[in-house]
């Protein structure tokens, strides 16, 4: 059994020097990361392996998730999930080592909602489903061993 949790990253400040990838968070975006972390700290398992966009903002996302749920899960950042697509995103996580279980993946709008979207039409209860705000999440499971053929999940939560 796989469990791939998806969580945008937290809302950003409007502006940074240097760009849209040196954004940090917000006040109110770390608030969001810690209501965001309270909801996944209940019920569901660490993640064993965090990876995220090497943005600051979802560096800092994903770093204040691991702090507060008390992981001690790696946390792997990539330049190439910047703004990256829902396809470039999937084909990440099926080339996870089978040695992890549960993969938290933090992202950017619109790929990491595209993603979410394809596992929530697949279950009637999540059809409403529109896209994450920010530090928005889910967690889906999928009944295989290997991350390489995941596609279709056999639950999905959604906070």
């Known amino acids: 059994m796989k469990r791939l949790t998806l969580v945008r990253h937290a809302h950003a400040e409007a502006r940074a020097e240097g760009g849209d990838f040196y954004r940090a968070l917000s006040n109110h975006g770390r608030s969001e990361v810690i209501r965001t972390a309270a909801a996944l700290g209940t019920g569901l398992p660490l993640p064993d392996l965090i990876l995220a966009s090497d943005a600051r903002r979802t560096r800092e996302t994903a770093q204040?998730?691991?702090?507060?749920?008390?992981?001690?899960?790696?946390?792997?950042?990539?330049?190439?999930?910047?703004?990256?697509?829902?396809?470039?995103?999937?084909?990440?996580?099926?080339?996870?080592?089978?040695?992890?279980?549960?993969?938290?993946?933090?992202?950017?709008?619109?790929?990491?909602?595209?993603?979410a979207l394809g596992f929530a039409r697949q279950f009637e209860?999540?059809?409403?489903?529109?896209?994450?705000?920010?530090?928005?999440?889910?967690?889906?499971?999928?009944?295989?061993?290997?991350?390489?053929?995941?596609?279709?999940?056999?639950?999905?939560?959604?906070?």
């Open 64 to 115: 204040l998730l691991h702090e507060s749920l008390k992981s001690v899960a790696a946390i792997e950042t990539s330049k190439a999930l910047y703004h990256a697509s829902s396809s470039t995103l999937l084909e990440r996580v099926q080339g996870t080592s089978n040695s992890i279980t549960h993969l938290m993946l933090v992202g950017h709008n619109p790929g990491i909602s595209d993603l």
């Open 125 to 159: 209860r999540h059809a409403d489903f529109g896209g994450f705000p920010t530090a928005g999440w889910c967690s889906v499971t999928f009944d295989t061993d290997d991350w390489s053929s995941i596609s279709s999940p056999c639950d999905a939560v959604f906070g």
